[in-house]
């Protein structure tokens, strides 16, 4: 099967998915140390904690995370999404070690690095080795599987 290239838009969209959850938890991270413990116990703690500026601010990037990380997957397969967007765990460990001053044991730095080799690996495969339930309508259209594109009601051929 050819590999399929993706979009500049598909790109921004997985740099978007590998950024926004470490910003997004750096950010409730920092919020959360400048707040008194809460627990389960004290619901109002907690919801007043959602109220505080870098609290809202890692929640608005998480949702727009889970939205993207959806968009995603429309056209990738999970096994690319998720170690291509693996890069955020080496980007959360460098955010806690020089934004939220954390120290990083050489055992975790180990795992960055070995976190980072294995992305590369991946990045090197197909974005989407499923081809859809009409893949020969979708080639005679003219289209690339994968494309924004391809017709929504190909789309949805796959989903059933």
């Known amino acids: ?6 979009s500049f838009r598909q790109y921004l969209i ?8 470490p910003l997004g938890d750096s950010s409730l991270a920092r919020g959360m140390t400048k707040l008194p413990a ?20 890692g929640i608005a ?12 997957l429309s056209w990738a397969d999970l096994t690319f999404i998720m170690p291509a967007t693996a ?9 806690a070690h020089f934004w939220l001053h954390e120290e990083i044991s050489w055992m975790r730095w180990l795992g960055v690095s070995l976190i980072t080799i294995g992305v590369a690996l991946v990045a090197h495969g197909p974005a989407n080795t499923t081809p859809p339930a009409n893949f020969g309508d979708a080639l005679a259209a003219g289209r690339q599987f994968g ?9 949805m051929e796959r989903l059933g």
């Open 1 to 6: 099967m050819p590999h399929h290239r993706l």
């Open 14 to 21: 997985l740099a978007f998915v590998s950024v926004s959850v």
């Open 38 to 57: 809460v627990s389960l116990g004290h619901p109002l703690a907690l919801i007043s904690a959602v109220f505080t500026p870098w609290i809202a601010l």
């Open 61 to 72: 990037l998480l949702i727009g995370y889970f939205a993207s990380y959806l968009t995603a």
């Open 87 to 95: 890069l955020g765990n080496v980007l959360v460990a460098l955010l």
């Open 147 to 155: 494309d924004d594109s391809v017709p929504r009601s190909l789309k």
